[in-house]
């Protein structure tokens, strides 16, 4: 349970009072009334007395009263008994004292630490622990965490002291029976002592005469205490004297008393100022405002729907409180017209006599508030307190004692029992009578009803009057006596409420010689509720019980107890106590918080069910606390629901707002119409809130927008393919964000700035981004273009279960112009600097700002349940300045399910539940990392993607292409179309392009261009080669040409883009041609092309614009292409045709291995050229050379040429660095290969490969470079290198007969072979690179392997050639020795000097030399040292002799060579040629 102000003892203490009736004549009553109260009301605040009272027991023991309080109340008459459960106005009552007792505004924060939960009881809870109040645990903070606090509940106690004081007098038991009478006259009646007879008269007649049963009175012998009130202001003080004397003579000094008042004079003392005690006796009840006396009304209400009471009660009861203060006994809201009521609603008078909390006299209000006591001095205060001290030690304790006395003696007479009841065993009342029913009275359920002078009844009365006087010990022993009386006569009624006090004396025995009897006040709860149906004592004893309970620390069968009182007959009680169950929760040694928190919410629901709306949203409010971000969402969505509901009625419609607001933003749980229930009401209480008043557009919280997932693209919607032209892709939102994408596009960026300022990228180049998104760099402001649109693409989402509809939907923004001049028409707030925004225009539906930036509108715009979607918002700045974008403007709507017909009634409700409101855009930055302190703290760069500077006009290009292919064989040759459109107002020049394949396509070079019509429909057919026609000759020399590269290629990947005068005027296009090949590797190519081009203006903040292109290729397989060359095995003086240089066979083999896809039927190969600095292809020497080169599917064909270094008078100083074409045509056409797309393709396939090989080459020099020894073998490596460099490249022309739609259609293409050296074979395919197979690992360190001299290569310095007759024919009869001349021909292959060694001993083990007959020998010298100059050729006369005749191999001479500078361990064998085989015959 909450804390209490008092404690228990005191709060029981109080409970139990004894009671004094007054009756006051008229005159004693005007002369209090000039105080604005009645007598009584007069002495309620010096009820309780300051000292120690004293009383003797029947065993004349001095018994010590401390603290002790009485009440006084005027005697009111009543004829209805009091009834088992509380009337109307009761309740009524209890319901008005909760309602005024509100938590105070400001006060301090109280908090209890429970586990991991700091609940916070501010006493203004709804600001503290409702949902949007979000810093609750900082104010936690600040409060002291060293003690615990406990919550307060005032308006339980209020509750519980008007419960307890409203309850009516009972007959089974006397504790607030009246035990004395205070008889008022004033000392202005002519004759007191005949008013003081009057009244003695007037109370004998109420108690003795039987016509009234209220009030009911202890004992027959009622004390009467006069008392003379003498009003100062008067005077006549000397009467009042002496009448007063008189009185002690009749009545005894300590029967009477004179009590003087009223002595102040408001001339003297106008200043000085007199507290007021009466106040807060009497004002409780006053309700403070028009708010609380609406929730009155609600309050009253539903306590009269929960009761039964008719309507017209309730109406009498409305209309007199919204009268407003008149709070008389006549009119009080509390005292309902009896005549209405038909007799069942009796006046507040009859239920409640001591009308102690604000019920008062017609004119009690009428001096307001503060102007209680206005008569009185402080001295008149001391006076009513010793007056009311004297009464009660003089006059009321002594005869309560004289009472316990006589009843004491009374009962042992009667009995016939020893003398005093402390001996008493149990057979004292064992036997006493069965007691007699009221004639008149049925058999009721509580069992018996005694007469009044039933000795069982004398037992209870002895023990009620000690309990008053606070001797409980005895009071105890009566209580458990009389207790076991009335069971045994089955009296139940009786027997619970002697149960009931025998454990509150029980508990009140100074000592406690005795533990508490729980159980006691358990049976008397359960007779009293089950047994005698009568709750209102139930619930004073629950009260009673649970507070003895918690005093104990027994929070949890206080608990228990609690809960068991709540019933549905009241649902105010009910509340109250579930609360202070919650409270007992939390309060336990191991705080059980969802449980408070859950008994909270029954708490909530049972006052709001009893119209306490107030209550009801602070215990919502306390138990969100706990349910609060924990998972709960059903029950956080139940809480938020309810307090939206109770802020909305309570009119708190922000809170409301507030608390919807969560409901729908939470990830909710709810079922479909649920959610569509909570948002219905949430735009409801929003339109109720914004109402008329719309200065600025509210925050909406639906739908959610994802803003870091905002996309701006900056640049204007291209026009798609029209009928054959496709347009190029560029950007647009529909594209996902790649980051090995934008790194690439910017690598060609800067490429083409770099290109366009003479090779260097400028400190200031920026990549351009069209699109920006959370992954761009969006640290600078973004440019974007003026009369060019921006796109805004923003992700909304819906979190629940029901569509919503979204209207008017456009962008917010603000704009600040350019520091410009302002001219004559610029309005005064759009001058420079000064901020515009169309937020005002979007509120009310103006016309919109168009000349600054124009708006777009989506009127429409559904997001179905639980869905993303994303909305494009546009806008077209039409000035230069800063934009900023804010946010989005909309109307919101609960989106209908279609099901119902649109009627003009149900459209106009539609229009009411849209709300207009905006959310803002506000983007976090990245996460910076950089520095140290950004590493500690979490900090966020800039984003600036929603703040773009708007830049003057700026070109802006188009580009289409025609009959663009999407698929191509390996290296076909195709003629496209492309077109650029200025669809700008400015002109543009610069036109660039770059691409990752810069292989792929080529524009042509202006020298070699062949005139090409440029519409492409007459092109059709046509070759994208130049042709010239020639017949074919079977033993024709290739034609040559010389060309330039610098012709063809450019120096880096970029390509200007020849256009006429390099400038596109606005709106002007052209068209070029475009030769596409196809890619070697076959599979899908994505190719990048990104176009740049410049604004002629210059000095504008952006420098250049860029537009991509990106393209797939499938490139299926054609031809494969093997070419190996070898030195030609003729002696170079027998060759005529090329003087002075050795000829070099060229091998080309050809395989089709296209697997018939997209119907290719056979391929031709038309012609084989040849490009090379140093060599070129001679002729043809392929055997069958009379018919053309067809290939079908998996064929395979193989080509022989001859290949002749480049002739040396045309290395002219012109001629260096020039390429020789050479062409060989299988044909009856000879295409130029060294013209456009030919030789362009050419120059491009070699450049890529060129980089490449060097990348192999430095990665290969690196690792070989450091096995080196002391031998120099770069110089060998080059010498030999130049030996066997050919450097001949292919290129071998192609077409191919497709059928595709019954249509045959020839295409045509080139693949390139680069031969590089003698003896390697080289292919047009690159070779697939194989797995790595797995190394075992080492872990110890190899021996170096010694550097080992490229052998092979040296091999190749020599070239060797013997020649002899094939036969010859000897007589060996005649001459048994023939000897044969042979001449050895050697050639330096190499340009550097060469030692030649030439040994002639046959140590042949060679397999070939071992299968012919090997028995010759050369004669003569047999060996040789020579010295070859560098090209020189060298004849030896070799000498043969055979003993027999036979086939004989002369290949054994063999030859070691090595370059001339070099020691003598690089000897190295030189190659043999095949075998020489010579026929000797026998003549």
């Known amino acids: 349970m909450a804390q209490c102000v008092q404690s228990v003892q005191e709060f029981v203490q109080d409970s139990f009072v004894p009671m004094v009736a007054v009756l006051c004549s008229e005159e004693a009553e005007r002369v209090t009334r000039k105080n604005n109260l009645n007598f009584a009301e007069l002495l309620r605040p010096f009820c309780r007395l300051t000292s120690e009272g004293h009383i003797r027991d029947p065993n004349n023991q001095v018994q010590v009263v401390k603290n002790?309080?009485?009440?006084?109340?005027?005697?009111?008459?009543?004829?209805?008994?009091?009834?088992?459960?509380?009337?109307?106005?009761?309740?009524?009552?209890?319901?008005?004292?909760?309602?005024?007792?509100?938590?105070?505004?400001?006060?301090?924060?109280?908090?209890?630490?429970?586990?991991?939960?700091?609940?916070?009881?501010?006493?203004?809870?709804?600001?503290?622990?409702?949902?949007?109040?979000?810093?609750?645990?900082?104010?936690?903070?600040?409060?002291?965490?060293?003690?615990?606090?406990?919550?307060?509940?005032?308006?339980?106690?209020?509750?519980?002291?008007?419960?307890?004081?409203?309850?009516?007098?009972?007959?089974?038991?006397?504790?607030?029976?009246?035990?004395?009478?205070?008889?008022?006259?004033?000392?202005?009646?002519?004759?007191?002592?005949?008013?003081?007879?009057?009244?003695?008269?007037?109370?004998?007649?109420?108690?003795?005469?039987?016509?009234?049963?209220?009030?009911?009175?202890?004992?027959?012998?009622?004390?009467?205490?006069?008392?003379?009130?003498?009003?100062?202001?008067?005077?006549?003080?000397?009467?009042?004297?002496?009448?007063?004397?008189?009185?002690?003579?009749?009545?005894?000094?300590?029967?009477?008393?004179?009590?003087?008042?009223?002595?102040?004079?408001?001339?003297?003392?106008?200043?000085?100022?007199?507290?007021?005690?009466?106040?807060?006796?009497?004002?409780?009840?006053?309700?403070?405002?028009?708010?609380?006396?609406?929730?009155?009304?609600?309050?009253?209400?539903?306590?009269?729907?929960?009761?039964?009471?008719?309507?017209?009660?309730?109406?009498?009861?409305?209309?007199?409180?919204?009268?407003?203060?008149?709070?008389?006994?006549?009119?009080?809201?509390?005292?309902?017209?009896?005549?209405?009521?038909?007799?069942?609603?009796?006046?507040?008078?009859?239920?409640?006599?001591?009308?102690?909390?604000?019920?008062?006299?017609?004119?009690?209000?009428?001096?307001?508030?503060?102007?209680?006591?206005?008569?009185?001095?402080?001295?008149?205060?001391?006076?009513?307190?010793?007056?009311?001290?004297?009464?009660?030690?003089?006059?009321?304790?002594?005869?309560?004692?004289?009472?316990?006395?006589?009843?004491?003696?009374?009962?042992?007479?009667?009995?016939?029992?020893?003398?005093?009841?402390?001996?008493?065993?149990?057979?004292?009342?064992?036997?006493?009578?069965?007691?007699?029913?009221?004639?008149?009275?049925?058999?009721?359920?509580?069992?018996?009803?005694?007469?009044?002078?039933?000795?069982?009844?004398?037992?209870?009365?002895?023990?009620?009057?000690?309990?008053?006087?606070?001797?409980?010990?005895?009071?105890?022993?009566?209580?458990?006596?009389?207790?076991?009386?009335?069971?045994?006569?089955?009296?139940?009624?009786?027997?619970?409420?002697?149960?009931?006090?025998?454990?509150?004396?029980?508990?009140?025995?100074?000592?406690?010689?005795?533990?508490?009897?729980?159980?006691?006040?358990?049976?008397?709860?359960?007779?009293?509720?089950?047994?005698?149906?009568?709750?209102?004592?139930?619930?004073?004893?629950?009260?009673?019980?649970?507070?003895?309970?918690?005093?104990?620390?027994?929070?949890?069968?206080?608990?228990?107890?609690?809960?068991?009182?709540?019933?549905?007959?009241?649902?105010?009680?009910?509340?109250?106590?579930?609360?202070?169950?919650?409270?007992?929760?939390?309060?336990?040694?191991?705080?059980?918080?969802?449980?408070?928190?859950?008994?909270?919410?029954?708490?909530?629901?049972?006052?709001?069910?009893?119209?306490?709306?107030?209550?009801?949203?602070?215990?919502?409010?306390?138990?969100?606390?706990?349910?609060?971000?924990?998972?709960?969402?059903?029950?956080?969505?139940?809480?938020?629901?309810?307090?939206?509901?109770?802020?909305?009625?309570?009119?708190?419609?922000?809170?409301?707002?507030?608390?919807?607001?969560?409901?729908?933003?939470?990830?909710?749980?709810?079922?479909?119409?649920?959610?569509?229930?909570?948002?219905?009401?949430?735009?409801?209480?929003?339109?109720?809130?914004?109402?008329?008043?719309?200065?600025?557009?509210?925050?909406?919280?639906?739908?959610?927008?994802?803003?870091?997932?905002?996309?701006?693209?900056?640049?204007?919607?291209?026009?798609?393919?029209?009928?054959?032209?496709?347009?190029?892709?560029?950007?647009?939102?529909?594209?996902?964000?790649?980051?090995?994408?934008?790194?690439?596009?910017?690598?060609?960026?800067?490429?083409?700035?770099?290109?366009?300022?003479?090779?260097?990228?400028?400190?200031?180049?920026?990549?351009?981004?069209?699109?920006?998104?959370?992954?761009?760099?969006?640290?600078?402001?973004?440019?974007?273009?003026?009369?060019?649109?921006?796109?805004?693409?923003?992700?909304?989402?819906?979190?629940?279960?029901?569509?919503?509809?979204?209207?008017?939907?456009?962008?917010?923004?603000?704009?600040?112009?350019?520091?410009?001049?302002?001219?004559?028409?610029?309005?005064?707030?759009?001058?420079?600097?000064?901020?515009?925004?169309?937020?005002?225009?979007?509120?009310?539906?103006?016309?919109?700002?168009?000349?600054?930036?124009?708006?777009?509108?989506?009127?429409?715009?559904l997001i179905g349940p639980e869905e993303t979607k994303m909305a494009r918002l546009r806008l077209l700045p039409h000035r230069t300045g800063q934009l900023n974008i804010v946010g989005v403007v909309y109307n919101l709507a609960a989106a209908s399910s279609g099901e119902m017909a649109p009627s003009a009634e149900g459209q106009q409700a539609l229009d009411v539940m849209v709300v207009r409101g905006r959310q803002d855009l506000k983007i976090q930055g990245p996460r910076l990392n950089q520095t140290k302190e950004d590493k500690m703290l979490v900090r966020h760069g800039l984003d600036r993607r929603l703040d773009p500077i708007i830049t003057p006009p700026m070109p802006l290009m188009e580009v289409f292409f025609l009959q663009f292919p999407t698929a191509l064989l390996c290296g076909e040759i195709r003629k496209a179309y492309v077109e650029f459109c200025n669809v700008s107002g400015v002109a543009l020049c610069g036109l660039r392009v770059a691409s990752t394949h810069p292989d792929f396509f080529t524009f042509g070079s202006q020298t070699t261009t062949p005139l090409t019509p440029v519409s492409p429909t007459s092109a059709e057919n046509c070759s994208a080669y130049k042709t010239t026609a020639t017949t074919r000759q079977p033993c024709s020399v290739a034609s040559e040409m010389l060309v330039s590269a610098e012709d063809f290629s450019q120096p880096s990947g970029v390509m200007e883009i020849p256009i006429d005068g390099s400038t596109l005027q606005p709106g002007e296009s052209t068209q070029l041609p475009l030769w596409l090949r196809g890619p070697d590797q076959e599979g899908v190519h994505e190719i990048n092309f990104l176009f740049y081009y410049e604004s002629t203006e210059k000095g504008i903040k952006i420098s250049h614009r860029v537009l991509r292109h990106t393209v797939f290729i499938c490139a299926s397989r054609s031809l494969s292409v093997q070419a190996s060359a070898c030195r030609s095995s003729v002696p170079p003086h027998r060759s005529l045709d090329d003087k002075g240089s050795g000829g070099t066979l060229v091998f080309v083999d050809v395989e089709n291995i296209n697997t018939s896809e997209g119907g290719v039927r056979e391929f031709h190969i038309i012609q084989v050229s040849s490009s090379s600095q140093h060599w070129r292809l001679h002729k043809c020497i392929n055997p069958a050379n009379d018919k053309d080169c067809k290939l079908t599917s998996r064929e395979r064909a193989k080509l022989c040429f001859r290949a002749t270094r480049c002739k040396p008078h045309q290395a002219t100083s012109d001629a260096v660095g020039k390429y020789t074409f050479a062409d060989l045509n299988l044909g009856n056409e000879r295409i130029i290969s060294s013209s456009t797309p030919c030789g362009d393709f050419f120059f491009r396939g070699c450049r890529t490969a060129e980089s490449q090989r060097v990348d192999v080459i430095s990665s290969r020099t690196t690792s070989s470079s450091k096995s080196q020894s002391s031998v120099p073998t770069e110089d060998i490596s080059s010498i030999v290198k130049k030996c066997n460099e050919l450097d001949l490249n292919i290129i071998v022309i192609w077409k191919a007969y497709v059928v595709e739609d019954n249509k045959q259609l020839i295409l045509e293409g080139q693949l390139h072979v680069a031969l590089q050296t003698i003896g390697k074979e080289a292919s047009s395919l690159t070779p697939k690179e194989e797995a790595q197979e797995m190394v075992l690992l080492k872990f110890k360190s190899e021996v170096p392997t010694p550097v080992a001299l490229p052998s092979a290569e040296l091999s190749q310095l020599i070239k060797t050639n013997l020649h002899y007759p094939e036969t010859y024919t000897h007589p060996f009869v005649h001459e048994s020795l023939c000897v044969v001349p042979v001449t050895l021909t050697l050639s330096n292959c190499s340009s550097a000097p060469v030692d030649v060694l030439i040994d002639l001993r046959n140590r042949s083990t060679s397999p070939e030399s071992l299968e012919v007959h090997s028995s010759f020998t050369w004669v003569g010298q047999t060996q040789y040292k020579l010295q070859l100059k560098p090209q020189e050729v060298l004849c030896l006369t070799l000498r043969a002799c055979f003993l027999q005749a036979g086939v004989y191999n002369l290949n054994t001479p063999r030859v070691f060579a090595k370059p001339a500078e070099q020691g003598a361990m690089c000897e190295t064998s030189q190659q043999a040629a095949s075998p020489a085989l010579i026929i000797i015959n026998n003549a």
Request: charged letters at 20%; a negative charge; glycine letters at 4%.
């Open 68 to 861: 002790l309080r009485i009440c006084v109340n005027n005697v009111v008459t009543s004829p209805i008994p009091a009834s088992a459960a509380f009337s109307p106005a009761q309740r009524r009552l209890l319901n008005e004292v909760v309602l005024s007792c509100q938590p105070q505004e400001g006060a301090a924060t109280n908090v209890i630490t429970a586990g991991d939960y700091d609940l916070n009881f501010s006493d203004h809870s709804l600001k503290a622990s409702a949902p949007w109040y979000s810093a609750w645990k900082e104010t936690l903070s600040e409060v002291s965490t060293s003690k615990h606090y406990t919550a307060t509940t005032p308006w339980f106690e209020a509750y519980r002291e008007n419960f307890l004081q409203s309850m009516a007098a009972s007959d089974h038991e006397f504790l607030n029976h009246y035990l004395a009478c205070l008889l008022v006259v004033s000392s202005t009646e002519t004759v007191p002592v005949e008013q003081f007879l009057k009244l003695s008269q007037e109370q004998h007649r109420i108690q003795h005469s039987g016509d009234y049963t209220n009030p009911k009175w202890f004992i027959p012998n009622t004390l009467k205490y006069y008392v003379l009130l003498h009003d100062m202001s008067d005077g006549g003080e000397q009467r009042a004297d002496s009448v007063y004397e008189d009185m002690k003579q009749r009545y005894g000094h300590q029967g009477c008393y004179l009590l003087k008042m009223n002595s102040r004079t408001f001339s003297a003392e106008e200043d000085e100022q007199i507290p007021d005690p009466w106040s807060q006796y009497l004002h409780r009840n006053n309700l403070p405002n028009q708010e609380m006396l609406d929730d009155a009304a609600a309050a009253v209400n539903s306590a009269a729907v929960e009761n039964n009471v008719s309507p017209a009660e309730v109406d009498s009861h409305h209309t007199t409180e919204k009268d407003g203060a008149s709070n008389s006994l006549e009119s009080h809201p509390l005292q309902l017209d009896t005549a209405s009521s038909s007799g069942s609603l009796h006046t507040l008078s009859a239920i409640n006599p001591e009308l102690k909390k604000g019920a008062r006299d017609p004119e009690s209000l009428a001096g307001g508030a503060g102007s209680h006591g206005a008569c009185l001095t402080l001295n008149d205060h001391d006076h009513i307190r010793q007056f009311i001290q004297e009464f009660t030690f003089r006059g009321l304790l002594p005869h309560i004692e004289k009472n316990i006395r006589q009843l004491n003696d009374q009962l042992v007479s009667r009995k016939g029992l020893s003398r005093s009841l402390f001996t008493a065993t149990k057979k004292w009342f064992g036997g006493g009578k069965v007691p007699e029913k009221g004639i008149s009275e049925p058999k009721s359920t509580c069992g018996l009803l005694y007469p009044p002078e039933a000795p069982e009844l004398q037992i209870r009365k002895m023990a009620d009057l000690c309990f008053l006087v606070q001797h409980y010990e005895l009071a105890y022993s009566c209580y458990h006596t009389a207790k076991k009386d009335f069971l045994s006569d089955q009296a139940m009624l009786y027997a619970a409420g002697a149960l009931e006090m025998a454990a509150v004396s029980a508990f009140l025995q100074a000592g406690a010689p005795r533990p508490y009897p729980a159980h006691y006040m358990d049976t008397a709860i359960q007779t009293y509720r089950d047994v005698c149906k009568n709750m209102v004592l139930a619930e004073r004893c629950a009260l009673l019980s649970a507070e003895i309970l918690k005093s104990q620390v027994k929070y949890s069968d206080a608990a228990t107890l609690l809960i068991k009182m709540t019933s549905e007959d009241s649902d105010l009680r009910s509340a109250l106590l579930l609360e202070q169950a919650a409270h007992c929760f939390i309060n336990m040694r191991n705080p059980m918080v969802r449980k408070f928190a859950f008994h909270m919410i029954l708490a909530g629901h049972r006052f709001s069910k009893a119209g306490q709306r107030r209550h009801a949203l602070r215990c919502y409010c306390q138990a969100m606390q706990v349910y609060k971000e924990r998972g709960w969402s059903l029950a956080e969505d139940h809480i938020n629901f309810t307090i939206g509901r109770q802020s909305f009625t309570l009119s708190q419609p922000e809170s409301a707002v507030t608390a919807f607001r969560q409901i729908l933003t939470n990830d909710s749980r709810q079922t479909a119409t649920q959610q569509g229930a909570f948002l219905r009401e949430y735009l409801y209480v929003y339109k109720s809130v914004v109402g008329g008043s719309e200065d600025s557009l509210p925050q909406l919280p639906l739908p959610c927008i994802h803003s870091s997932a905002t996309r701006v693209y900056f640049g204007h919607e291209r026009r798609l393919a029209e009928g054959e032209k496709q347009a190029a892709t560029h950007v647009s939102l529909d594209q996902e964000y790649d980051q090995d994408l934008a790194a690439m596009w910017c690598h060609l960026e800067e490429q083409l700035v770099a290109a366009a300022n003479r090779g260097i990228v400028p400190a200031t180049f920026q990549p351009t981004q069209c699109c920006l998104n959370s992954h761009t760099d969006n640290l600078r402001y973004p440019l974007a273009v003026a009369e060019e649109p921006i796109i805004v693409e923003v992700t909304f989402s819906n979190p629940l279960k029901v569509p919503l509809a979204l209207s008017n939907l456009s962008l917010l923004w603000r704009f600040t112009v350019e520091g410009a001049t302002p001219s004559e028409e610029k309005t005064t707030e759009e001058s420079a600097g000064e901020a515009i925004t169309n937020e005002e225009s979007l509120i009310e539906g103006m016309t919109q700002k168009d000349d600054v930036v124009t708006t777009e509108i989506i009127l429409e715009f």
